[in-house]
């Protein structure tokens, strides 16, 4: 079993740098592939960033050049930095891990971009 726990949501002003943090309950990095979903009100879960199974990193266009997904495997933590945000990025974001049939999700950080 794995248990995943989302940290540093909150209200920010547009344009205001933000980090969420997703600690893993063991090491899992280099067997899982991790990655940031997130789902805004009345829509659906999207994909935001991910690593892939070479270890390189994909991210929704919408996203791509603002927000960086990484990772402290020593310390079992991922990561996403979120630079210049926008009111759309308001959503509960959500830290998901995959292997195979076995996947697994955070309990979700909600994050308000608002003036």
């Known amino acids: 079993q794995v248990q995943l726990v989302e940290s540093g949501g909150g209200l920010v002003q547009p344009g205001e740098s933000l980090r969420l943090a997703c600690a893993a309950s063991?090491?899992?990095?280099?067997?899982?592939?991790m990655g940031w979903y997130r789902q805004a009100p009345g829509k659906q879960r999207e994909l935001v960033a991910t690593?892939?199974?070479?270890?390189?990193?994909d991210y929704a266009d919408s996203v791509k050049d603002r927000f960086t997904i990484s990772r402290d495997t020593a310390k079992d933590t991922l990561f996403l930095q979120m630079d210049s945000p926008k009111p759309e990025d308001t959503a509960v974001y959500y830290c998901h891990a995959e292997r195979g049939p076995a996947e697994y999700w955070g309990q979700g950080t909600e994050v308000t971009v608002s003036s």
């Open positions: 690593f892939t199974s070479d270890g390189d990193t």
């Open positions: 063991r090491n899992i990095f280099r067997i899982y592939i």
